[in-house]
T-cell receptor, first 108, second 116 residues
Framework: AQRVTQPEKLLSVFKGAPVELKCNYS??????LFWYVQYSRQRLQLLLR??SRESIKGFTADLNKGETSFHLKKPFAQEEDSAMYYC??????????FGPGTRLSVLP | EAQVTQNPRYLITVTGKKLTVTCSQN?????MSWYRQDPGLGLRQIYY???????DKGDVPEGYKVSRKEKRNFPLILESPSPNQTSLYFC???????????????FGPGTRLTVT
């Protein structure tokens, strides 16, 4: 079965602190994984994808196949990072499977 | 401007009254998709389409229909809405295939549907 879990519904950190948003998946084979973000009053948008191995807005995510994880990290959180974050994968039938989301709140 | 549009943005209706939510994209994308967003459940894919006249069920297709007669349009139809279909609905589109770089989805603004 294809599934994405994000164990934290809400994560609160202080500005300047490191942040890690957890994502675990179940998928047989090599998954295509993504992080999407939804800022207040904005559309859901792609933050990063594992295949391009890029850093966007200071965020990085590493695919760990052994732990079936794709955690999103940033060394120093900023207030503008406050948003809803979704981890997602592409399933066997080219469908998308999203996790339940984690709301990140960066406190001043 | 490249974008995905949805109409209406807000809709209140009664149980059993058929409704259609339209979705249109101007980016010549092959892949289009509908999602519903519910608190604690995240986004769940309802239906998706990889090209004209090709549609597939997502995770929660029951109670919904879609059609893809033209590349740019992908309407979502609720033949007999029920209160458990009260939700926030998103349409999305993307290029398709290749290395995954083409899988970026562009989302519409959302349609908030209330069924009483």
């Amino acid at each position: 079965a294809q599934r994405v879990t994000q164990p934290e519904k809400l994560l609160s950190v202080f500005k300047g602190a490191p942040v890690e948003l957890k994502c675990n998946y179940s998928y047989s084979g090599s998954p295509e994984l993504f992080w999407y973000v939804q800022y207040s009053r904005q559309r859901l948008q792609l933050l990063l994808r594992h295949i391009s191995r890029e850093s966007i807005k200071g965020f990085t995510a590493d695919l760990n196949k052994g732990e079936t994880s794709f955690h999103l990290k940033k060394p120093f959180a900023q207030e503008e990072d406050s948003a809803m974050y979704y981890c997602a994968l592409i399933g066997y039938g080219q469908n998308f499977v999203f996790g339940p989301g984690t709301r990140l709140s960066v406190l001043p | 401007e490249a974008q995905v549009t949805q109409n209406p943005r807000y809709l209140i209706t009664v149980t059993g009254k058929k409704l259609t939510v339209t979705c249109s994209q101007n980016m010549n994308h092959e892949y289009m998709s509908w999602y519903r967003q519910d608190p604690g459940l995240g986004l769940r894919q309802i239906y998706y389409s990889m090209n004209v006249e090709v549609t597939d069920k997502g995770d929660v297709p029951e109670g919904y229909k879609v059609s893809r007669k033209e590349k740019r349009n992908f309407p979502l139809i609720l033949e007999s809405p029920s209160p458990n279909q009260t939700s926030l609905y998103f349409c999305a589109s993307s290029l398709f295939g290749g290395t995954g770089l083409n899988y970026e989805q562009y989302f519409g603004p959302g349609t908030r549907l209330t069924v009483t």
